[in-house]
């Protein structure tokens, strides 16, 4: 079997490698890849951008790529499904009308409303005046979101009325993320504990993957600007039983009828990403259609099934014939990001890497080679991620993974995973 996964970041290196650890995997192609791709056995970057559809599709053809693996949201949204599958191509992942669960978050809010899912209030404006007054009426704490996709920055927690201002000037009137935030959909704050709940989806049939609980603020206990994720751990603690019923048949069971009902069916990755409070009530803060990063990351480490076999019988419809396995010791990965990301950083500072024990796994994120030597290439770097016995044993030893990586300008969180301690 041949394996192609689109993308270049941490999200990607985890997908190739997991692919490339079953003898059924001939090999695996990753386009364009990172350094941490191109270093693996069995697994070779392609350079094509992730964008770039028609080289996709050529590539695919010419190499008699038996499943591709959709790694981030702008491909899917521009399409890539739809034209994949136009060519006779076996793709994993949303169509393009599909993809509007995340790919517009007036969309999503109002698929939910429509179709009673748990949400918080909200209201769409395209008129920075109208959204201040809307501000004004209901106070603070407020979430301003940009409609479009914005690498998993467009997300503003407004505690003051100023902070809310700034925000909706910046999106509608500064053009902060360009096309993205021409719209923004400002939603009631929710209290209680975020979760990832992602499963895949055949069009029909549900197969859930590990619970997981992403740490999106830049600094320790959570404070800080938004980013898109500064580590992860797997299992979710806070997804008991209980919640993870009530989220399966309140939330993911519905969305995926209401989809097909809509004439929109959904086939791929499904992430609900969750607000649950303290009584267990649970609403979604927003779909994503592909799987998080750095979620997927300690998701990969855990996953004992071979990954381009279950994509294989989603694209069939055949979800419900086959099960995931998983290691039942948690993981935890700590995203090592550039001094400065989210806003400006550095690139170019070379990485030193030491060899990795059983167990544990430097996935790369924003990195390349550059005359033989690792050279950082974007915010987010690295994610050190580790098993362990329990969460804390994760977290001890996803540090000492991250404490054996050293380059000018790193940093890190030092309190991954404390919540689920």
Not at 261 to 267: D, F, L, N, Q
Not at 365 to 394: F, M, P, W, Y
Request: charge should be negative; proline fraction near 4%.
């Amino acid at each position: 079997m041949k394996v192609l996964i689109i993308g270049s970041g941490g999200r990607e290196h985890a997908l190739a490698w997991q692919c490339s650890l079953f003898e059924e995997v001939e090999h695996v192609f990753v386009a364009p890849g990172n350094a941490g791709t191109d270093l693996e056995k069995k697994i070779s970057n392609i350079q094509i951008d992730s964008e770039n559809i028609p080289d996709l599709i050529s590539f695919a053809k010419s190499e008699f790529i038996d499943i591709t693996i959709v790694g981030p949201e702008a491909p899917l949204v521009m399409g890539v499904v739809d034209d994949f599958q136009d060519e006779g191509l076996v793709i994993f992942g949303p169509s393009k009308l599909a993809s509007q669960l995340e790919g517009s978050k007036a969309f999503s809010k109002d698929f939910m409303h429509r179709n009673n899912i748990p949400t918080a209030f909200y209201e769409v404006f395209t008129e920075s005046n109208l959204a201040i007054k809307y501000v004004k009426e209901m106070g603070t704490p407020i979430v301003i979101k940009a409609d479009g996709l914005a690498a998993g920055k467009g997300v503003i927690i407004a505690n003051t009325l100023s902070e809310a201002i700034l925000a909706i000037n910046d999106m509608l009137e500064g053009n902060r993320f360009g096309e993205a935030g021409s719209r923004v959909v400002i939603e009631e704050f929710l209290t209680g504990e975020e979760a990832s709940f992602i499963v895949m989806v055949d069009g029909s049939n549900i197969l859930p993957m590990a619970t997981s609980q992403d740490h999106k603020s830049r600094d320790n206990g959570d404070k800080g600007p938004n980013t898109g994720g500064m580590g992860a751990y797997s299992p979710a603690p806070i997804v008991t039983p209980l919640v993870f019923d009530g989220v399966m048949e309140k939330i993911i069971k519905p969305t995926v009828e209401a989809m097909k009902a809509e004439g929109i069916p959904y086939t791929g990755f499904l992430y609900a990403g969750l607000m649950i409070d303290k009584k267990g009530i649970t609403k979604v803060l927003e779909y994503n259609c592909r799987l998080g990063d750095p979620e997927t990351q300690p998701i990969m480490m855990r996953l004992k099934s071979n990954l381009a076999r279950l994509c294989i019988s989603a694209t069939q419809g055949d979800l419900d014939t086959v099960k995931g396995e998983w290691d039942e010791r948690p993981s935890l990965g700590v995203v090592m990001a550039a001094k400065g990301y989210p806003e400006s950083y550095k690139k170019g500072e070379i990485i030193n890497l030491s060899l990795e024990e059983a167990g544990s796994k430097i996935f790369h994120a924003g990195t390349k080679l550059d005359a033989g030597n690792i050279t950082s290439n974007g915010g987010r770097v690295l994610c050190a991620t580790a098993l362990g016995l329990d969460i804390k044993e994760a977290q001890e030893k996803a540090y000492q993974l991250v404490n054996s990586v050293s380059w000018d300008g790193s940093y890190f969180r030092t309190d991954i995973g404390f919540k689920g301690i």
